[in-house]
């Protein structure tokens, strides 16, 4: 069974630049999650797709950030504009349903300078 | 607003040692606790996953124990190798689909 793609790996954009994540969940994994771990820190849940609507995003700043998942399957992470403190780890996740083991990317690792 | 907290921040241990990792947490009101494994550079594995009515759950060498009463789990790793040096995550979910709330981690070494 493959597991979660993200892509890019790495990205580093100056202040003020736009970025853009990538996620393919497991297949037929109903549930996507995209999280934001900052070094030291553990993962903070930024936003909860259940097929392609969104269930939760409450701690998603989103005069700057935005995510859509397409068809219920595949789903982009965007920063519009970056700032310095966005540097961290972008990590994707993706599970059958709602309460259920998450199984995680590799994440994207972001150096906003 | 649910809390976890890990201790310790970092452990190092010689290879062959029994070790433990603690985690607590605020509010009692769980409804699973999951302990996470993250090597450097790449994303969580998950371990061991305990829902809110059972005491313990055990895969291989790692047993992990829940008492939510006391809102405390540990992860207890049996004979421990250089290839179990990671990171060590908990995290726990609420009632409801309410999000999973990480502790900061465990640093593990373990020396050969």
């Known amino acids: 069974e493959a597991g979660v793609a993200q892509s890019p790996r790495y990205k580093i954009i100056e202040k003020r630049q736009s970025v853009a994540f990538w996620c393919n969940p497991i297949?037929?994994?109903?549930?996507l999650y995209w999280y934001q771990q900052i070094l030291g820190q553990g993962p903070k849940l930024l936003i909860q797709f259940q097929n392609n609507g969104v269930v939760d995003d409450s701690q998603l700043p989103k005069d700057r950030f935005s995510a859509e998942r397409l068809k219920g399957v595949d789903s982009t992470l965007k920063i519009q504009p970056a700032k310095l403190e966005d540097s961290a780890v972008y990590l994707c996740a993706s599970s059958w349903g709602g309460e259920e083991t998450q199984y995680f990317g590799p994440g994207t690792r972001l150096l906003v300078l | 607003k649910q809390e976890v907290t890990q201790i310790p921040a970092a452990l190092s241990v010689p290879e062959g040692e029994n070790l433990v990792l603690n985690c607590s947490f605020t509010d009692s009101a769980i409804y699973n606790l999951q302990w996470f494994r993250q090597d450097p550079g790449k994303g969580l594995t998950s371990l061991l996953l305990?829902?809110?009515?059972?005491r313990e759950q055990t895969s291989g060498r790692l047993n992990a124990s829940l008492d939510k009463s006391s809102g405390r789990s540990t992860l207890y790793i049996a004979a421990s190798q250089p290839g179990d040096s990671a990171t060590y995550l908990c995290?726990?979910?609420?009632?409801?689909?309410?999000?999973?709330?990480f502790g900061k981690g465990t640093r593990l070494s373990v020396i050969a």
């Open positions: 995290a726990v979910r609420g009632s409801g689909n309410t999000p999973l709330v």
């Open positions: 305990i829902q809110s009515s059972q």
């Open positions: 297949s037929g994994h109903a549930t």
